[in-house]
């Protein structure tokens, strides 16, 4: 998940984001970015590989937070994972057609899950995985946030309990659709693939491609691993 720059701003200045270069040889892409904690501390050793492909080397986030894997193919849909001993294990969706935007991503506490279940009247369970996700009005720029957008509602084609977050992105089970945090999810989502479709009062969400697999007809597939959490971005017209 991403964070809000303008509050960072306050904290530690947005400037101070530091991305790693990546060179792309014709035919390939190179996903890079940052992880930061809530406050804007950056996350050191972060392990961030890419499963599918046996031949691309995991690397480590570096003092700064920052990160990045080249050799990946162009116009493709890859998974990218992230672990560290004080985050949930977080698994990316994102098709390399994006592979020129910056990433600036927040390690979410490894209790996160349980909270959300437990607000829930629910136990998280380790044999199924969970989804968060956030609404954009548009992309984010060099870590530059747009707003979210509220009143999104979903569609889930494949299991899961869901919820949409309050102001601090916590599952509020009275909410029926986004608040200003733009933020919902799933929990004790069975492994495998899911689809879901977000639409906001202007219209229909994931016209335009952000951190997710390429949509069909609205619909965005989700990958699931028992015991990860599956992080999405998604832009939705504004008003």
Same mark, same amino acid.
């Given at each position: 998940?991403?964070?809000?720059?303008?509050?960072?701003?306050?904290?530690?200045?947005?400037?101070?984001?530091?991305?790693?270069?990546?060179?792309?040889?014709?035919?390939?892409?190179?996903?890079?970015?940052?992880?930061? @904690?809530?406050?804007? !501390?950056?996350?050191?050793?972060? %392990?961030?590989?890419?499963?599918?492909?046996?031949?691309?080397?995991?690397?480590?986030?570096?003092? #700064?937070?920052?990160?990045?894997?080249?050799?990946?193919?162009?116009?493709?849909?890859?998974?990218?994972?992230?672990?560290?001993?004080?985050?949930?294990?977080?698994?990316?969706? $994102? %098709? @390399?057609?994006?592979?020129?935007?910056?990433?600036?991503?927040?390690?979410?506490?490894?209790?996160?899950? =349980? !909270? *959300?279940?437990?607000?829930?009247?629910?136990?998280?369970?380790? =044999?199924?995985? %969970?989804?968060?996700?956030?609404?954009?009005?548009?992309?984010?720029?060099?870590? #530059?946030? @747009? %707003? #979210?957008?509220? =009143?999104?509602?979903?569609?889930?084609?494949?299991?899961?309990?869901?919820?949409?977050?309050?102001?601090?992105?916590?599952? =509020?089970?009275?909410? *029926?659709?986004?608040?200003?945090?733009?933020?919902?999810?799933?929990?004790?989502?069975?492994?495998?693939?899911?689809?879901?479709?977000?639409?906001?009062?202007?219209?229909?969400?994931? $016209?335009?491609?952000?951190?997710?697999?390429?949509? $069909?007809?609205?619909?965005?597939?989700?990958?699931?691993?028992?015991?990860? *959490?599956?992080?999405?971005?998604?832009?939705?017209?504004?008003?």
């Amino acid at each position: 998940m991403r964070f809000r720059c303008s509050f960072l701003l306050m904290l530690t200045g947005c400037k101070a984001l530091v991305v790693p270069t990546c060179d792309e040889p014709e035919g390939t892409a190179c996903f890079r970015g940052v992880f930061r @904690t809530l406050i804007g !501390k950056p996350v050191e050793d972060v %392990n961030v590989c890419a499963p599918d492909f046996d031949d691309i080397a995991c690397t480590r986030s570096d003092e #700064n937070g920052g990160w990045k894997i080249p050799g990946l193919p162009v116009d493709t849909d890859v998974v990218i994972t992230a672990t560290h001993p004080d985050m949930v294990p977080t698994l990316f969706a $994102q %098709n @390399t057609s994006m592979s020129w935007y910056e990433w600036y991503k927040v390690a979410v506490p490894p209790d996160l899950a =349980d !909270k *959300n279940a437990e607000r829930l009247g629910l136990t998280a369970r380790s =044999d199924r995985g %969970n989804v968060l996700f956030l609404t954009w009005e548009g992309l984010n720029i060099d870590g #530059n946030d @747009t %707003n #979210n957008v509220e =009143d999104v509602t979903a569609e889930v084609d494949g299991g899961g309990s869901l919820f949409y977050g309050n102001a601090l992105t916590l599952a =509020d089970p009275g909410l *029926n659709a986004t608040s200003g945090s733009g933020s919902g999810g799933l929990v004790n989502v069975p492994p495998g693939t899911i689809d879901l479709r977000l639409r906001a009062p202007a219209g229909r969400c994931a $016209q335009d491609p952000m951190f997710h697999f390429a949509a $069909q007809d609205g619909w965005i597939p989700v990958p699931i691993r028992a015991g990860w *959490n599956t992080a999405m971005d998604v832009m939705c017209p504004a008003r």
